[in-house]
């Protein structure tokens, strides 16, 4: 399985600021996703992070809310932008290797309260 | 609408015994699930997977059952072992997107 790094491990932001969440791989990846888990509730995918291209974002994700990052096949960025309460969530990275087959493994998480 | 669903919130068994979580969907394009093991302030550790070629999928303790004509699967956990205290997750993908709906989860607390 892959090494997977979140920077940071948690914060606490005031509304109206913006956070990016930095996600680093020990290994070149095929796929990165960004989940968000909502206290009570279970792992909702955001976005795919597409290397050197514009993220796929799932249904109620939109990118100026949470513009994505994938410079390269071992690091991608989510910024969690104009943060409201409602934004505090654990964020999570995942990733896919394809010699890995459809197996997905997940980054530590963010832990984002907005206050 | 909840295409996966763990219909268990949370679940006791003593030490020793099996522990059986369950996990129902209603996508019949889903043909890849997997089950997670979610410890508090941890990300998700990927524990066993099973394709719907197979009905069966062993990984030591862990066995995963699938029933495509029910829509469910179930992780079975021989013997349990109370460091297998933490929260399980479900989840399915349909062929080839990877993209993985999560159940709700079920909390397993194992007694010593």
């Known amino acids: 399985s892959a090494v997977i790094s979140q920077k940071p491990s948690r914060d606490i932001c005031q509304r109206g600021t913006s956070l990016t969440i930095q996600c680093q791989v020990d290994?070149?990846?095929?796929?990165m996703f960004w989940y968000r888990q909502q206290p009570g509730q279970s792992l909702t995918l955001i976005a795919t992070?597409?290397?050197?291209?514009?993220?796929?974002?799932e249904s109620g994700f939109v990118i100026d809310k949470f513009p994505i990052s994938r410079p390269n096949l071992t690091f991608s960025t989510l910024t969690v932008s104009n943060m409201s309460p409602e934004d505090s969530s654990i964020y999570l990275c995942?990733?896919?290797?394809?010699?890995?087959?459809?197996?997905?493994?997940f980054g530590p998480g963010t832990r984002l309260t907005v206050t | 609408d909840q295409q996966v669903k763990q219909n268990s919130p949370s679940l006791s068994v003593q030490e020793g015994r099996i522990s059986i979580l369950n996990c129902d969907y209603t996508?019949?394009?889903?043909?890849?699930f997997l089950w997670y093991k979610k410890y508090p302030a941890e990300g998700p550790t990927f524990l066993i997977s099973?394709?719907?070629?197979?009905d069966k999928n062993e990984d030591g303790r862990f066995t995963v059952f699938l029933n495509k004509s029910a829509k469910h699967l179930s992780l079975h956990i021989v013997p349990s072992q109370p460091g297998d205290s933490a929260v399980y997750f479900c989840a399915a993908s349909p062929s080839g997107t990877y993209k993985y709906i999560f159940g709700t989860g079920t909390r397993l607390k194992v007694l010593a």
């Open positions: 992070a597409n290397q050197g291209s514009e993220a796929t974002y």
């Open positions: 995942s990733v896919v290797r394809l010699a890995d087959s459809y197996e997905q493994y």
């Open positions: 290994s070149q990846v095929t796929m």
């Open positions: 996508n019949s394009m889903f043909d890849y």
């Open positions: 099973i394709s719907s070629i197979k």
